[in-house]
T-cell receptor, first 114, second 116 residues
């Protein structure tokens, strides 16, 4: 089975721009979560989608948004980029929390904001 | 609110020696606990989980973890460390009391360095 695929792997943007990151979950996985990883804040939960609905949301400003499509693929968008948004953005998929199945992570998208 | 503490930023071990990476947690309901490992420029790889049952959980690559409810700990262990085990290790918790969702709270990570 193919793992979680995130595109692109690297991205360089300028302050004020917006960016869209993409995530394809493992086949059959219906839950997709997004995390931000930075040296200072560590791993922080952004949001989770299940069956195209946002099920959970972390403490991030409204500039961070996401969506999930009917095939479970997900995108996250960050508008009006700030220098502090530079981070590794990780997507993870899971069967569903009912099964207590673990999260399977992609290799991430490294976003650099200049 | 749920939380995880990993008290050691770095653990150094000689190859062949046993290793322990410490983790303590705080949740309102039953804890669902996980260990992940991260290699440079990669995502997190799942090692093992505790949901319920035996306090000693066995996972991938020879790792195991011991759940201790009274001490609210979930320490990661391996009987004999390998140089290839050198990586960043994260403990995570999901609160079983909250309904729905896969939100994990992660610790700050422990850098494991295994030397020859």
């Amino acid at each position: 089975k193919a793992g979680v695929t995130q595109t692109p792997r690297y991205l360089i943007k300028t302050r004020g721009q917006q960016v869209t990151l993409s995530c394809s979950p493992i086949s059959g996985h219906r839950s997709v979560s997004w995390y931000q990883q930075t040296p200072g804040q560590g791993l922080q939960f952004l949001f989770e989608y299940f069956s195209e609905t946002q099920r959970n949301k972390g403490n991030f400003p409204g500039r961070f948004s996401g969506r999930q499509f009917s095939n479970s693929r997900s995108e996250m968008n960050v508008s009006t980029l700030e220098l502090g948004d530079s981070a590794l953005y990780l997507c993870a998929s899971s069967l569903d929390q009912i099964y207590n199945s673990p999260l399977h992570f992609g290799n991430g998208t490294r976003l650099t904001v200049t | 609110a749920q939380s995880v503490a990993q008290p050691e930023d770095q653990v150094n071990v000689a190859e062949g020696n046993p290793l322990t990476v410490k983790c303590t947690y705080s949740v309102s309901g039953n804890p669902y606990l996980f260990w992940y490992v991260q290699y440079p420029n990669r995502g997190l790889q799942f090692l093992l989980k505790y949901i319920t049952g035996d306090n000693l959980v066995k996972g991938s690559y020879g790792f195991e973890a011991e759940f201790n409810k009274s001490q609210t700990s979930f320490h990661l262990k391996k009987p004999s460390a390998l140089v290839s085990d050198s990586a960043l290790y994260f403990c995570a918790v999901r609160d079983g009391l909250t309904g729905g969702g896969n939100k994990l709270t992660f610790g700050t990570g422990t850098q494991l360095k295994v030397e020859l």
